[in-house]
């Protein structure tokens, strides 16, 4: 299994511009979501979903906007693209959780660094 | 929402110590605690996690103990090593391992 796949792993862009930042796994997990990190404030989630046609708004949704068309792929998009979205994206996936309860844990991909000029 | 604070920001140890790191978190209904370790420029990996209905788990030299009156939980790292150098994050979820609320990450250091 490759986990959670994510492209690309570097981008700069220039403000006003859009792009999607792909994300792909392999392991049939439902639940998928987006985090940005930024120095000193952790990692903030964007948006999330817990299965195919179904997406939420996280805590940072501003910007962004997601889809789900498969369970495999979680795509981000930033629309209009501002400095203020330099960061770094992760995106991460689990099973979710389950009838009784219990969840698994959360898978990250390796980021991708965006720069916004 | 939930807010996690963590301290300290930074931690230096010397090899062979432990190291302490703690986190509170705000909505008392949180019920799934996960700690992340992340090196740099790569991603977060899950270290260790602890469900509200436990008080303390253990793997090996790391263990987490919640105190959910208190609402606060810490993770103890014993006879560190300088492979343990990292990021270390706290979170906290009213949902499982989805929508994780993170702290803001403890630089830690072990000098040989």
């Known amino acids: 299994n490759a986990g959670v796949t994510q492209t690309p792993k570097f981008q700069v862009l220039k403000t006003g511009q859009s792009m999607t930042l792909q994300c792909a796994q392999d392991m049939n997990h439902e639940y998928m979501s987006w985090y940005r990190q930024d120095p000193g404030m952790g990692l903030r989630l964007i948006h999330y979903s817990v299965g195919a046609g179904i997406t939420d708004q996280g805590e940072v949704p501003n910007g962004y906007n997601v889809s789900r068309s498969t369970t495999e792929d979680f795509p981000l998009r930033l629309l209009s693209a501002a400095p203020s979205q330099t960061s770094v994206y992760f995106c991460a996936s689990s099973y979710g959780i389950n009838s009784g309860g219990a969840s698994s844990p959360l898978h990250f991909g390796n980021g991708t660094r965006l720069t916004v000029t | 929402g939930e807010n996690v604070e963590q301290h300290p920001s930074t931690l230096s140890v010397q090899e062979g110590d432990s190291a302490v790191i703690k986190c509170t978190y705000s909505?008392?209904?949180?019920?799934?605690f996960p700690w992340y370790k992340q090196e740099l420029g790569k991603r977060p990996q899950l270290i260790i996690d602890?469900?509200?209905?436990?008080g303390e788990k253990k793997d090996q030299r790391i263990a987490v103990t919640l105190n959910k009156t208190a609402k606060h939980f810490s993770l103890h790292i014993t006879e560190t090593q300088p492979e343990d150098s990292a990021v270390y994050f706290c979170?906290?979820?009213?949902?499982?391992?989805?929508?994780?609320?993170f702290g803001t990450g403890t630089r830690l250091t072990v000098i040989p």
């Open positions: 909505d008392s209904a949180s019920n799934y």
């Open positions: 979170a906290a979820s009213l949902t499982g391992a989805n929508n994780l609320f």
């Open positions: 602890i469900r509200s209905n436990v």
